[in-house]
């Protein structure tokens, strides 16, 4: 019954390695997103998905690439992983555009580390 | 640019009132939003405003001025559980959040 579910929920890896997150939300919402939360609890957007439409935060560097299967999936996939990387990725979906309806369902948040 | 502020921890005693300020810059602005952020879980949705003027919902209640880029949360009646992370987002195609407000509700 999970509205947004994220796999794995913990990822401890390697500096160098490439990895993903995977993403499903069964609330038939058609705008899907991956936010980053650092050390400092700072909340920070990264890509969001409608329609094949993707629309990337200009911070976000080219290692990160989101993959979208169907409407209702979302993955993120990380190459070359840095120390810099290890945080909390949250995924989220909303019905319709951001902002249009205001509210983020976001999933439990998945926690990388990189050693 | 994005540019959202707001203070960054805030103490209150259980029972009291406490208003959370955030102001906000954004290049497109389609509504006000704040989150509510628990120790260790996701952020889950509060409040919505798009339009000047409070909105109330049980105890929490949120206004909105767009002309001074400025929202607070209100929070009455506080309760222990209430202590928590408060994220202020505002944007039009994407949500962008300020650092958020850590609530610490005291005995």
């Known amino acids: 019954d999970t509205a947004v579910s994220q796999t794995p929920k913990y990822l401890v890896t390697q500096m160098g390695n490439d990895k993903s997150i995977k993403c499903e939300q069964n609330l038939g919402h058609d705008t899907m997103y991956w936010y980053k939360q650092d050390s400092k609890k700072f909340l920070k957007i990264m890509f969001s998905?409608?329609?094949?439409?993707?629309?990337i935060n200009e911070t976000v560097p080219n290692r990160f690439s989101p993959k979208s299967p169907d409407k209702a999936h979302l993955n993120l996939h990380i190459n070359s992983l840095e120390l810099g990387d290890s945080a909390v990725y949250f995924c989220?979906?909303?019905?319709?555009?951001?902002?249009?309806?205001?509210?983020?369902?976001f999933g439990e948040g998945s926690r990388l580390t990189v050693l | 640019g994005q540019n959202i502020d707001q203070p960054t921890e805030m103490t209150a005693t259980e029972g009291a009132i406490v208003q959370i300020n955030c102001t906000y810059q954004t290049s497109g602005f389609n509504g006000l939003f704040w989150y509510q952020q628990h120790a260790g879980e996701a952020p889950t949705f509060l409040s919505y405003n798009v339009l000047d003027g409070l909105e109330e919902k049980g105890r929490f209640s949120s206004f909105l001025s767009r002309s001074k880029g400025y929202s607070y949360l209100l929070l009455k009646e506080l309760q222990m559980k209430d202590s928590a992370s408060y994220l202020c987002?505002?944007?039009?195609?994407?949500?962008?959040f300020g650092k958020g407000t850590k609530l610490s509700v005291i005995p």
């Open positions: 989220a979906s909303s019905r319709g555009r951001q902002g249009s309806t205001g509210e983020l369902f």
């Open positions: 998905y409608n329609n094949k439409e993707l629309i």
């Open positions: 987002g505002a944007g039009s195609y994407q949500l962008t």
